[in-house]
T-cell receptor, first 113, second 117 residues
Framework: AQKVTQAQTEISVVEKEDVTLDCVYETRDTTYYLFWYKQPPSGELVFLIRRNSFDEQNEISGRYSWNFQKSTSSFNFTITASQVVDSAVYFCALLSGTYKYIFGTGTRLKVLA | GAVVSQHPSWVICKSGTSVKIECRSLDFQATTMFWYRQFPKQSLMLMATSNEGSKATYEQGVEKDKFLINHASLTLSTLTVTSAHPEDSSFYIC?????????????FGPGTRLTVL
């Protein structure tokens, strides 16, 4: 079965704190893709990153970084020095076997000024 | 690049009327488009997948006669909610992929909030 688990329903941090959003996935496929999307209050999903199963290198983009570990089936997302504008719902998604995304339930991040 | 638009962004209609939502890929050819529905504070639920020039593939439990999908060109897909009822009120989001079969990244539209009175 394919599944994405985002165990953290809601996280609140104070501005400038670092925060890590967890994502654990399940798939039997050897080739798969993992994604993170941000959904701000406006509703539009913003693409953040795509990672394929053969590339375990961690990625950093500005204040964002991603840690992909196949050994634990995790693809965690860290925001460094969080800002109020980071407040949003973040979705992790898995693309495996078929063309359908399997979304996690999302993590609502609140960054307080 | 990879911009997807939706129109309208919100719509209020009376029960029994039909509503059409447009999804356009503005700067790439969308071989595959997807329609999702999202309830408040919930994740996205895939409703159907459409490939240009062919019939849409609906997910289990989605009424194809109620949610009509047309993907007439490589840049436009439409979702028509026929005979809408209050339970159809939701946030509808489309996405587009530039690779046949949808194995590429999906880029999402801004969503359409439908309220049926």
């Amino acid at each position: 079965a394919q599944k994405v688990t985002q165990a953290q329903t809601e996280i609140s941090v104070v501005e400038k704190e670092d925060v890590t959003l967890d994502c654990v996935y399940e798939t039997r496929d050897t080739t798969y893709y993992l994604f993170w999307y941000k959904q701000p209050p406006s509703g539009e999903l913003v693409f953040l990153i795509r990672r394929n199963s053969f590339d375990e290198q961690n990625e950093i983009s500005g204040r964002y970084s991603w840690n992909f570990q196949k050994s634990t089936s995790s693809f965690n997302f860290t925001i460094t020095a969080s800002q109020v504008v980071d407040s949003a719902v973040y979705f992790c998604a898995l693309l495996s076997g078929t063309y359908k995304y399997i979304f996690g339930t999302g993590t609502r991040l609140k960054v307080l000024a | 690049g990879a911009v997807v638009s939706q129109h309208p962004s919100w719509v209020i209609c009376k029960s029994g009327t039909s509503v059409k939502i447009e999804c356009r890929s503005l700067d790439f050819q969308a071989t595959t488009m997807f329609w999702y529905r999202q309830f408040p504070k919930q994740s996205l639920m895939l409703m159907a997948t459409s490939n240009e020039g062919s019939k849409a593939t609906y997910e289990q439990g989605v009424e194809k006669d109620k949610f009509l999908i047309n993907h007439a060109s490589l840049t436009l897909s439409t979702l028509t909610v026929t005979s809408a009822h209050p339970e159809d009120s939701s946030f509808y989001i489309c996405s587009a992929s530039g690779v046949s079969g949808g194995t590429d990244t999906q880029y999402f539209g801004p969503g359409t909030r439908l309220t049926v009175l």
